[in-house]
């Protein structure tokens, strides 16, 4: 299978390059194709504006979605949005390496979204949810948390992890046509122990052996 991980954590030490790590490494081994974007060794920048296009559809005014709406038509992204694109296009699954930051995906990970997901390429008229195009394919996400499990219950302190990631869930993956597997969750790895996070990334390969044996989660009942 064709495998893409788009990895969002300035550290390569922390726990979430240890994930991605070994995700690479361990799906690689099993013989599955793997792709990458290392968001913060590419230098990615976030900032979604015409530096996404070399094409022009209205250079008196800028509306993304209609300066993407043309690009699909004349293959007019830039060269490393366009190189974006064809792995997400690629990929049979896709998963999102990153820690969690004030309740979000971090902005060099939002940013590559603003900036890759673009309309009539990713999504458009007619082609939403169920009918989206990437339909068929799978997305997950991997993350860490500050706070313990507990916090992150209904009637925890922060609020349910379910709602905290129904905007990416159903905003992003659903809303272009992905099926949702259920997240990979590291809860507050900076309070483990070495014996406790070398069982996590264990726990973690034996998750990604059986990936493609996964049914899709049911958003809100996970």
Request: net charge negative.
């Amino acid at each position: 299978m064709n495998i893409l991980i788009v990895y969002a954590h300035p550290e390569p030490q922390s726990m979430n390059g240890a994930m991605y790590r070994t995700a690479i490494a361990h799906l690689s081994a099993a013989g599955h194709q793997v792709k990458t974007s290392d968001l913060y060794a590419m230098r990615f920048d976030p900032v979604s504006n015409r530096e996404n296009f070399n094409s022009v559809h209205d250079p008196a005014f800028f509306k993304q979605q209609l300066e993407e709406i043309h690009a699909t038509e004349v293959g007019g992204f830039a060269n490393e949005i366009n190189a974006e694109q064809e792995k997400v296009e690629w990929c049979d699954l896709m998963i999102w390496q990153f820690p969690l930051w004030w309740f979000a995906i971090p902005a060099i990970l939002k940013g590559w979204v603003d900036r890759v997901f673009a309309m009539g390429r990713f999504y458009k008229h007619g082609h939403f949810y169920e009918t989206g195009l990437f339909s068929g394919k799978k997305a997950m996400l991997s993350l860490t948390t500050g706070g313990p499990a507990d916090h992150y219950l209904k009637a925890g302190f922060n609020g349910d992890l379910d709602g905290i990631l129904m905007p990416v869930h159903r905003g992003i993956f659903e809303f272009t046509g992905f099926t949702v597997l259920q997240p990979q969750v590291i809860y507050g790895p900076v309070r483990q122990s070495p014996e406790e996070l070398s069982a996590t990334l264990e726990n973690w390969k034996h998750r990604l052996e059986q990936i493609f044996d996964e049914r899709p989660v049911t958003i809100g009942a996970y």
